[in-house]
């Protein structure tokens, strides 16, 4: 069974940046779809990165130029990259795994992301 880990949340300043790290219990990659995703209070959770077997990337509209989704496969780790922050990113941010070929979804636990002067 997948595990996923983040790691890397914090307080920031608005412009500043946050890396933050998705750690998952084995090689996945090729199999699964890696995302980031969002909630905000009161809102729904939201979409904010995502990135195939193959590296293809696709990003919401509201960070595209922003944040940047990555991946190291030996150390089995999804990062995203976040710049220019600005108050409204502010959320608890969540790593996801779609495997390809059954659609099970894995959840991570969540990192808050606070962005504040």
């Known amino acids: 069974q997948v595990q996923l880990v983040e790691s890397g949340g914090g307080l920031v300043q608005p412009g500043g940046s946050l890396r933050l790290s998705c750690a998952a219990s084995?090689?996945?990659?090729?199999?699964?779809?890696m995302g980031w995703y969002r909630q905000a209070p009161g809102k729904q959770r939201e979409l904010v990165a995502v990135?195939?077997?193959?590296?293809?990337?696709n990003y919401a509209g509201s960070v595209k130029g922003r944040f940047t989704i990555s991946r190291d496969n030996a150390k089995n780790t999804v990062y995203l990259q976040m710049n220019s922050l600005k108050p409204e990113d502010t959320a608890v941010y969540y790593c996801?795994?779609?495997?390809?070929?059954?659609?099970?979804?894995?959840w991570g636990q969540g990192t808050q992301v606070t962005v504040s002067s």
């Open positions: 996801n795994a779609r495997n390809v070929f059954s659609s099970q979804i894995t």
């Open positions: 084995g090689s996945i990659f090729s199999t699964h779809f």
């Open positions: 990135m195939a077997s193959g590296r293809s990337t």
